[in-house]
């Protein structure tokens, strides 16, 4: 069965037409748009304690705050159509991307992620964060649902290749969750159940042959890790010890902005990246990440509520997709400096100081927002 819109029932007259608003015209979803305003001062604030009160890095970050904001805004106006038609495109020019940084990127930390064009350097992988669901919801969208067992070979296989080019950078949180983009799509695209419990299954039981043929010594290092952070404090597990004392000792209220031991003594590694949060918890307590995890579940609803109210297959996968994407990298992050997951390189959205990151997660909710306002385009 073909995709369908809905279209409120045609009305006799004209009367109850109103002219769009200056926001309608613009394709803005209000409530998004303060939200990730609230989120990305919070996220400046945070920063410039993490720095040692850098106004250089909050000010870098800010620019990287104001393209992605502009992107976000030019990328409201792409109506879900183009998406959809710009979809294969994207797509190999991201896979086209992935295979240059294996012959001519960009090493560092014993990592080879970026490219480097013109003094200025990005990380492919970050992209594709949003090209792979992008690629698996244009594919499935246009055929029958939910898909068939050759449509789910299809987008599997459309997930699978970036994905294994990003393991090879190594970079395997990354191309896990770039997977988890993908799955998602299929998901919200009615996949039967066999389907997914097959999925676990095949997890389950490639488990142990990826621990002994995929894993590299420092990824199973760092699962010992996780399990077990107090066998090398002063190793591998240094960055789970600091970073639960430093959430521990914040307490309730926290010791205050600007006020953290932890970072301020360097004992906190990454402080102002990947384990931003500790530093959150240290300086304003469970109070602090309670307001920054409200932020995000209002972020999420609002995104399950476009989702739900997308006029197309495509939209309400995207949507979901999205989202679910969002929801796990916060997860992610904050399981991973509770020391709860391994420690896996994957930043705080839109709290932790990045510039590809930044500029992906806004053309995220650019896509978002063309979703969210696809309804007036078709009812007004």
Do not use: C
């Not at 279209?7 to 209000?30: C, E, K, N, T, Y």
């Not at 992107?71 to 991307?97: D, E, H, K, N, T």
């Not at 409200?294 to 495509?314: D, E, K, M, N, P």
């Amino acid at each position: 069965m073909s995709d369908y819109v809905r279209q409120l029932p045609h009305q006799g007259s004209h009367d109850m037409a109103r002219p769009p608003s200056a926001i309608s015209r613009l394709h803005i979803d209000v409530p998004l748009l303060l939200l990730l305003l609230v989120l990305t001062l919070y996220g400046l604030v945070v920063l410039y304690s993490a720095s040692g009160e850098s106004m250089a890095a909050v000010t870098r970050q800010g620019r990287y705050f104001l393209v992605g904001y502009v992107i976000m805004f030019l990328g409201a106006q792409v109506s879900l159509q183009r998406y959809a038609r710009w979809a294969p495109w994207l797509y190999l020019g991201g896979v086209a991307l992935l295979v240059a940084v294996v012959l001519v990127g960009v090493g560092a930390k014993g990592a080879q992620r970026w490219l480097e064009i013109g003094g200025f350097r990005f990380q492919p992988s970050e992209i594709m964060k949003l090209v792979v669901p992008l690629a698996v919801a244009g594919f499935l969208s246009g055929r029958l649902l939910p898909p068939r067992f050759l449509h789910v070979i299809g987008a599997l296989l459309l997930l699978a290749l970036p994905a294994a080019l990003i393991l090879r950078q190594p970079d395997l949180g990354t191309a896990l969750l770039i997977a988890a983009s993908g799955l998602f799509v299929m998901f919200l695209a009615g996949i039967g159940w066999t389907y997914i419990f097959g999925a676990v299954v095949l997890a389950v039981a490639s488990a142990w042959p990826a621990w002994l043929f995929v894993l590299k010594d420092y990824q199973k290092q760092r699962i010992l890790t996780m399990i077990n952070p107090e066998t090398d404090k002063l190793g591998a597990g240094w960055n789970i010890m600091q970073s639960k004392t430093a959430i521990g000792s914040g307490g309730w209220e926290g010791k205050g902005w600007m006020q953290g031991t932890q970072s301020r003594l360097d004992f906190l590694p990454e402080s102002h990246t990947d384990f931003i949060i500790a530093l959150l918890a240290e300086e304003h307590g469970l109070r602090g990440i309670l307001v920054l995890v409200s932020i995000y579940l209002l972020i999420l609803l609002r995104g399950f509520w476009i989702g739900v109210h997308a006029q197309t297959g495509f939209g309400r996968m995207m949507a979901g997709s999205l989202t679910l994407t969002l929801f796990v990298y916060v997860f992610v992050n904050m399981g991973m400096v509770a020391g709860l997951l391994p420690v896996v390189g994957v930043p705080l959205p839109l709290v932790s100081a990045g510039g590809t990151s930044v500029v992906t997660l806004m053309a995220g909710f650019g896509m978002l927002m063309a979703i969210s306002t696809e309804q007036r385009r078709v009812v007004t």
